[in-house]
């Protein structure tokens, strides 16, 4: 079928390329989803699919590998992070307003949790390109600043070392008792 046809097609209301956008953020969502519960190595394409209510040729026509929708799912669920933590500027400590919300909004949902911090370390450059991009937003977030790089990544890499094991504890602790002992890492200086 020439791609002018396919263009002017409409299923239930929808073009072509609405359809497919719809499918891609199918396929995001059930990845976030599926790799929440059994980390990305144990995600396969069936899975996805199977979550998202979509055959792999669906997944096929919107990603080129695994890989590729792991960085998209990634994307979602810090964007969605980042806008639960929200600004925290105007507030009397800025920095315990966020990190008591970053750290409330990864028990509320321990997938999320998965997803932004606990799978991404061993996997290939763009994942790893990406997780940076998360860091920046969560520097920002918490208002962490140091002159010295090394410094600043101490102070992130403390954060996020807490809630992975407060992550892995079961989330043991209350999240205010979490908080308080953040706050000391973002107290370095240098």
């Known amino acids: 079928?020439?791609?002018?046809?396919?263009?002017?097609?409409r299923y239930g209301g929808q073009s072509f390329e609405d359809r497919a956008a719809e499918r891609r953020e199918?396929?995001?969502?059930?990845?976030?989803i599926v790799a929440g519960r059994f980390g990305?190595?144990?995600?396969?394409?069936?899975?996805?699919?199977?979550?998202?209510?979509?055959?792999?040729?669906?997944?096929?026509?919107?990603?080129?590998n695994r890989e590729a929708i792991f960085i998209e799912a990634y994307r979602a669920v810090r964007d969605e992070l980042l806008a639960r933590i929200g600004d925290h500027?105007?507030?009397?400590?800025?920095?315990?307003?966020?990190?008591?919300?970053?750290?409330?909004?990864?028990?509320?949902?321990?997938?999320?949790?998965?997803?932004?911090?606990?799978?991404?370390?061993?996997?290939?450059?763009?994942?790893?390109?990406?997780?940076?991009?998360?860091?920046?937003?969560l520097i920002k977030?918490?208002?962490?600043?140091?002159?010295e790089p090394l410094v600043l990544a101490g102070m992130l890499g403390a954060i996020v070392d807490i809630a992975k094991r407060w992550?892995?504890?079961?989330?043991?602790?209350?999240?205010?008792?979490v908080v308080e002992i953040a706050l000391a890492f973002t107290k370095v200086k240098g």
Do not use: W
């Open 1 to 9: 079928m020439p791609a002018r046809e396919k263009e002017k097609r």
């Open 26 to 32: 199918r396929l995001v969502r059930a990845t976030a």
């Open 40 to 64: 990305l190595e144990g995600t396969s394409v069936a899975a996805i699919c199977a979550e998202a209510g979509l055959t792999q040729r669906y997944f096929y026509e919107a990603f080129p």
């Open 89 to 137: 500027a105007g507030t009397a400590d800025p920095t315990r307003a966020a990190l008591f919300a970053f750290y409330t909004a990864l028990a509320a949902n321990p997938g999320m949790a998965r997803v932004f911090l606990v799978d991404l370390d061993d996997h290939g450059p763009a994942m790893k390109a990406v997780s940076r991009q998360g860091a920046e937003g």
């Open 141 to 147: 977030t918490f208002g962490l600043r140091a002159r």
């Open 167 to 177: 992550i892995e504890s079961g989330f043991a602790e209350k999240a205010q008792k």
